[in-house]
């Protein structure tokens, strides 16, 4: 997936909780963390909860409810960042050209 999986820096971290499983899942970045969907969806696991840390407040919420925006020019692990509000999307696709705001199903499928 990313980096080893190794979690060093717990800001950006987050998890996966499967279907079925007792423990969760860890993530280095929000990117990483939709690999890891992506991947168990393909092995037919099911996503039981996925938290991930907003990028403007740090709070973790659920990927899926999130507002998912692309940087394309940032590094491969930290390409997609989540945010809680659409409003806080919007002004992080404002000040950072090239961005764009996207779906957390195309994310997943991309990322």
Not at 6 to 33: D, F, I, K, M, Y
Not at 92 to 100: N, P, R
């Amino acid at each position: 997936m990313c980096k080893g999986d190794r979690v060093t820096n717990p800001a950006p971290a987050g998890e996966v909780w499967l279907q079925g499983e007792n423990s969760t899942h860890p993530a280095s970045t929000p990117t990483c963390l939709l690999r890891f969907i992506r991947q168990a969806q393909a092995q037919g696991k099911k996503v039981r909860a996925a938290y991930v840390p907003d990028a403007a407040i740090g709070t973790r919420w659920f990927a899926d409810d999130d507002i998912w925006v692309l940087n394309p020019s940032a590094a491969a692990d930290d390409r997609y960042l989540p945010f809680t509000t659409q409003s806080a999307a919007t002004s992080d696709v404002s000040a950072h050209l090239g961005t764009s705001i996207v779906s957390y199903a195309d994310a997943v499928v991309h990322a």
